[in-house]
């Protein structure tokens, strides 16, 4: 295998290669190994392994030192640029480099070639995890109440789910089995974490698959409420005691609309009808196409724009919202380490299938639940069960099987503007994901959120930030063999164990290099301060500037501000006046209010936009926005909303979705005003020249404003003189008997309709011709100033008497009428 990686090598060595990262120029030779680029310079050397090369971009030559670059991004977000004096060269590179990145299988990654020099000191990387010792540390083995399960040994009932399961032992391996059939990749409610101080548990499953015929599962139930009801005492006849705990809780880490959207493919949530003693709280956790997209943008703001010196983007930075994602993640693990902590309450979390969202809150909430999981060797146990035994996909998320769209070679169009446009097109399909549908940061969010935690407790960790960025570097580089699988049943079957090193026989040969001076373990055992458990703040967190090589001074110098700028900005986007308009001095406005609504039996809530009415002012305008909130009379999530933690309102928060929606209405708002404005323009400037200005004027007002606001016109004013000898009973000169279905009830007073009242517009358009003959008097005609595809009103009643005969104003048509559609 290594000969044939040796045998793509067309050039291994480039002299007088120049490399640019980040302002600086260093002149070097650059070498090509079968797993590495290596680049020798006066100061060291740069090494980069060929799996966390992400994008190569090779570009035409230079007019300002006549060098052929390649521009390189990689995983761990390095930006570089190698400049080689010589074409050929550069496109020898550019194909090694591709050939050497784009493999077929997992087994010519860097990891199974790989030998440490010297040899580590610690060699127990691959059995730091035991699930049976951890479980039992836990204290599994001490209570009657929970066992260990055997029913996936051969990995055969859930390919995607450790070996050893830990389910109630009143639930028998049967019942598990017609469980397994409701759950999505028959990921069952299974034990994830035992707490030291009362018995509660954190459990974790998949999706169930309720669909659109609403199916339910008697065994996942009954699986449940055995899981919910494992630490509740008995009483003195052994009856169980129920009330003990304050309310347990089914976590749904996606967003409400995204697990109801799931109906429609056969899965969604759970039907809290089904399920008794527990509620349900969604978490609003985007999916990974959205962290994906955030951190892109993050990626792009950190690299600044070269017109500026490659300073720091902040606007789009703010923008990236990836702040939001981390304190949502933040937020979901408050109400977990709550709920489990204080209230004494179980914990059910799940996703979609249980392998991102829903390991990233498992793994924060028992880091800040367990003190043991903070230390150096508990924190690397930590990750092997919740990450890799309970089957978070790294070969997928991290992308270690590259694709050839990646690599773009610009340097044969010669810079044209075809050039541009193709470099557009390959930019659009790198940034939309379009060939990395499954790659997503979730990992690195994890580590994101213990750097936060690392941030806000600085003495509660063994280990320090700097082997959280040696763990997100070494997830990409694929150096080691512990990172490599989707799950565990993967990496039995590839048994890397045999062939590769695990990441923590490096973290543990070089511990003094990752240990935390400042910690000091005997916080964990004041009763009186926190028992050992840590409530994590989520609006006190920054950027993590030192994994994109930036100082915090760069970065996070304003970050509190600005975070308060964006959730400003949000509400004005969401609330702001879309449109105002101006008009005989008085300006129009439309306001959108976001309403927060009361959360539902199952505790979910979502914002809400309704448009309000007009506010007028003849001098000055004010944009009031009002936002009015429903307190939820729950006690648990008025206790677990601790002051400033805002726990529960990022756990069902959907101001984006709230904005879009407000968008929408405004943007159909003023579709529907202008194409009131334009049939009304075009019904006035047909009747422009048949009506007075005055009458006009009012008629014009009494079509765009409510009836109050033409109220001080009389019908005098409107109609001329009344001069209708034949009002109706009600006498209302609007209301005339010429229209049978306004007659009253009963004989008529007349047989025949009355004459007309002379039209106060003067010559009537719809008045029959000045010479009429019999027939033509017998069946007068419309004739209209408008073309003959217009509406046409109904037609007039047949008179007697058409000499003097006029048309009432009521009988003239609507100017709507008289418009274009």
Avoid at 247 to 267: E, T
């Amino acid at each position: 295998m290594a000969q044939n990686r040796i045998d793509l090598i067309k050039v291994s060595q480039v002299t007088d290669v120049q490399l640019e990262k980040n302002q600086d120029v260093f002149s070097g030779t650059l070498h090509l190994t079968d797993h590495n680029l290596i680049f020798s310079h006066s100061e060291g050397e740069l090494w980069i392994p060929y799996p966390i090369i992400h994008y190569v971009e090779r570009r035409p030559q230079s007019p300002s030192n006549n060098l052929y670059p390649l521009y390189i991004k990689c995983r761990d977000f390095l930006i570089f640029t190698l400049s080689m004096p010589d074409d050929r060269d550069a496109q020898d590179v550019f194909d090694v480099v591709q050939k050497l990145t784009c493999i077929s299988s997992t087994e010519q990654l860097y990891a199974y070639s790989f030998q440490p020099r010297p040899p580590f000191t610690s060699i127990d990387g691959w059995k730091i995890y035991d699930p049976v010792t951890e479980f039992e540390r836990m204290g599994v083995g001490k209570i009657d109440t929970w066992r260990l399960s055997s029913i996936n040994r051969d990995y055969s009932f859930s390919p995607t789910y450790p070996r050893v399961l830990v389910v109630p032992t009143k639930i028998s391996d049967n019942v598990l089995n017609y469980a397994a059939k409701y759950r999505s990749k028959a990921r069952i409610p299974a034990l994830s974490y035992l707490h030291w101080a009362n018995r509660a548990t954190i459990t974790r499953c998949s999706q169930p698959m309720v669909g659109i015929k609403q199916a339910r599962s008697i065994q996942d139930e009954k699986l449940i409420e055995a899981i919910f009801a494992s630490n509740v005492p008995n009483g003195v006849n052994g009856q169980v005691v129920y009330g003990s705990t304050a309310a347990n809780l089914i976590i749904d880490a996606r967003p409400m609309a995204n697990a109801v959207g799931n109906v429609a493919r056969g899965a969604g949530t759970e039907n809290m009808e089904n399920y008794r003693n527990c509620k349900k709280n969604y978490m609003g956790i985007d999916n990974i196409h959205v962290m994906r997209d955030s951190l892109a943008r993050m990626c792009d703001a950190m690299q600044g724009s070269e017109s500026i010196g490659g300073m720091i983007n902040k606007f789009a930075l703010q923008k990236s919202n990836w702040l939001k994602h981390i304190s949502t993640l933040l937020d979901g693990t408050l109400v977990i380490v709550k709920s489990v902590h204080i209230f004494n309450s179980h914990v059910l979390v799940h996703c979609s299938d249980g392998w991102d969202r829903t390991a990233q809150l498992t793994s924060i909430a028992e880091l800040c639940l367990d003190p043991y999981y903070r230390t150096f060797r508990g924190f690397q146990i930590l990750i092997e069960k919740e990450w890799v035994a309970f089957g978070h996909k790294f070969a997928d998320r991290c992308g270690h099987i590259s694709n050839e769209k990646y690599f773009i070679n610009l340097a044969n169009t010669g810079g044209s503007t075809a050039a541009n446009t193709i470099k557009d097109m390959q930019n659009k399909l790198y940034k939309s994901g379009f060939h990395q549908r499954e790659t997503s940061p979730v990992f690195h969010q994890f580590l994101d959120c213990v750097f936060q935690l690392i941030k806000q407790n600085p003495a509660r960790f063994e280990f320090n930030e700097q082997m959280l960025s040696e763990l997100h570097y070494h997830v990409y580089s694929c150096q080691f063999g512990t990172f490599l699988f989707n799950n565990e049943y993967e990496r039995f079957k590839n048994q890397p164990q045999t062939k590769t090193f695990s990441i923590w026989d490096h973290l543990n040969s070089n511990r003094d290099k990752f240990t935390n001076p400042n910690y000091d373990p005997t916080l964990d055992q004041d009763i009186s301060h926190d028992g050992g458990v840590l409530l994590p703040d989520p609006k006190h967190i920054q950027y993590w500037a030192s994994l994109f090589g930036r100082s915090d001074e760069e970065v996070n110098e304003a970050v509190f501000p600005a975070m308060q700028q964006q959730q400003i900005g949000q509400s004005i986007e969401a609330t702001e006046a879309a449109e105002s308009d101006s008009e005989n001095g008085v300006s129009r406005i439309r306001t959108v209010f976001k309403e927060t609504t009361p959360p539902n039996e199952e505790n979910s809530s979502m914002t809400t936009t309704a448009e309000s009415t007009i506010v007028e002012s003849p001098l000055t305008t004010t944009s009031i926005t009002v936002q009015s909130s429903y307190t939820d009379s729950d006690p648990l999530n008025s206790q677990m909303s601790s002051p400033g933690s805002n726990a529960n309102k990022a756990a069902i928060d959907f101001t984006e979705v709230s904005t879009r929606i407000g968008t929408m209405v405004n943007s159909f708002s003023r579709f529907t005003m202008n194409v009131g404005e334009a049939m009304y323009s075009r019904a006035r400037s047909t009747s422009e020249s048949i009506a007075s200005p005055p009458v006009e004027r009012e008629l014009g007002a009494m079509d765009r404003w409510p009836p109050s606001k033409t109220s001080s016109a009389s019908a005098t004013d409107l109609m001329g003189p009344n001069n209708n000898q034949h009002e109706n009973k009600n006498g209302s000169p609007l209301r005339s008997s010429s229209s049978p279905y306004l007659s009253h009830s009963g004989s008529p007073k007349h047989t025949t309709p009355p004459a007309r009242r002379p039209s106060p517009l003067g010559t009537d358009p719809l008045e029959v011709s000045s010479s009429p003959t019999q027939q033509e008097r017998s069946s007068p005609k419309w004739t209209t100033p408008i073309p003959s595809s217009a509406s046409t009103p109904p037609p007039l009643e047949e008179t007697s008497d058409s000499k003097d005969q006029q048309l009432d104003l009521n009988d003239l048509p609507h100017p709507l009428w008289i418009s274009d559609s």
